[in-house]
């Protein structure tokens, strides 16, 4: 099948296809939407996200919806808000020429009773977040005992957020006979556990390899120190001046420090986790859908549901815990045939994390080197310089100035004129990376870095949870003290009511004598010394 006319659906479907530029199916679109029209046993799909799932189901449901029956004939579940707000307008996409059908989404964090007021005016098909639809049936307001088709779509992140329960609950009250259809990125235990519940003798289509990421999206990692992590991530988004993508951090506080730090260097990057507020979070999700913001840090339940197509990378900052999150995570780019680039960050300790991944992955992630100061300069450069020849020149509003401008500037030759204009842009650059050292981690640097070894000592402070203390206000603090030009700061340990907190053994004497001079907010810090930590290597 090369074209999305040649599947036999309705033609106000095909005609909303068209609208949406849907020329070619997409290899789950081309697999899944004729089984499913002329088949109604259980389906089991294996695609990631951005492969056209949506419209995978979406078709066959619209499209067998019975019009003149004002009941609820489809539910289709799916993890997140955002995930279901998407789905919810991409059916009333699909169906935009089909107005007698009526669908309505439900979800959570958001007041129940415009939801409620829609269900109760009659749909053919609901979309929902599991806890809110089951809220829904246990006050009554949702029946779905005329249901003959549900879909569970990113079954593997509903269970991974919990759900189970609810997905048990909701399948209770719906008839034995009807056409279940589980999408999911990858098939853990549990999602095979939850198929053979509730599915009869599944068919299963799988677009691309089972378990394994998308082909157009490349894989590499960088091998640094722990210390150097912030550094290289600089460096490859300063190699990729167009870049447009998330950086995944493990936690709330790391996340936020990131992106802290990379706006301070004068980054356009925002934070995305879960102690912001919604109304927070979605100014930051539309700042990013627009391209304001290029760099969205972000925790893996953050981002879930966020649906940009066009991220040029995916930047693990630090590797995941599981080897099928990283799966979930590179499927964020490559989306919609697009290709894509999956960067991980690791240090010495997380190669295993790495194996894991490739192991899951089924592809080889392949080592790449920290791009070095001189690459970079060359790269921005060149990109300034290509922005330059590209700019449109708005005549109408300059040239009133350019007669005073050429003037001014009549002393230097062109040549001159050039490097000038050149340094304004670019000295940042240049004056960053001018004594820029190789990151990499390897057996040559290492060697090297052993001749220039130093040893920790232990800080016991007397600060801790009780002083709202958290590892960032630490680390400012300690800096504050400006005992040397840049402190090295190892293992960081807070507890209810004191810390530990590995610093050079070398300054030992002048940050005891810091700690009692400078007060952390206003408190006192008694400062005591522990025994001397483990050896570490200088930058
Ligand atoms: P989904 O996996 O459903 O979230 O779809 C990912 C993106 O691909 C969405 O922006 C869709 O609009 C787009 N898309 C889906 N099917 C096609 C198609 N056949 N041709 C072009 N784009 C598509």
Partial sequence: MTKFTDIILPEPLLRAAADLNYETPTPIQAQVIPWLLENDADLIALAQTGTGKTAAFGFPVLSQTDIEKLVVQAIILCPTRELCLQIGHDLQSFSKYMPRIRSTVVYGGAPIYKQKEALQSGVHIVVGTPGRVNDFIRQGVLKLDTVNRLV?????????MGFKEDLFEIMKHTPAQKQTLLFSATMPKEVAKLAQTFMTDPHQITAGNQNQGADNIQHYYYKVHARDKYKALKRIADMSPKIYGIIFCRTRNETQEIADKLQHDGYNADALHGDLSQG??????????????????????????????????????SAPTEPDIYIHRSGRTGRAGKSGISLTIIHSKEIAALKAMEKR?????IPAKVPGGREICEKQLFHFIDTVERIEVDNAQIDSFLPNVYKKLSWLSREELIQRFVSVEFNRFLNYYKDASDLDFGPEQASRE??????????????????????????????????????????????????????????????LKAFARHKYKGIPVNAALGEPARRNKRR
């Fill in 280 to 317: 927070q979070r979605e100014l930051v999700m539309s700042r990013f859908r627009s391209k304001y913001v290029q760099l969205l840090v972000a925790t893996d339940v953050a981002a879930r549901g966020l649906d940009v197509d066009d991220l040029t990378h995916i930047i693990n900052y």
């Fill in 450 to 511: 052993e001749k220039k070894s130093f040893a920790f000592k232990t800080f016991k402070l007397s600060l801790g949870y009780a002083q709202n203390l958290t590892k960032r206000e630490l680390m400012r603090y300690i800096n504050q003290l400006k005992v040397t030009r840049s402190i090295e700061i190892g293992q960081i340990d807070i507890f209810p009511d004191f810390c530990l907190v590995e610093l050079d053994a070398e300054y030992a004497e002048q940050l």
């Fill in 361 to 365: 992955l089924g592809r080889e992630i």
């Fill in 152 to 160: 569970l779509d990113e079954a593997d992140e509903m269970l991974n």
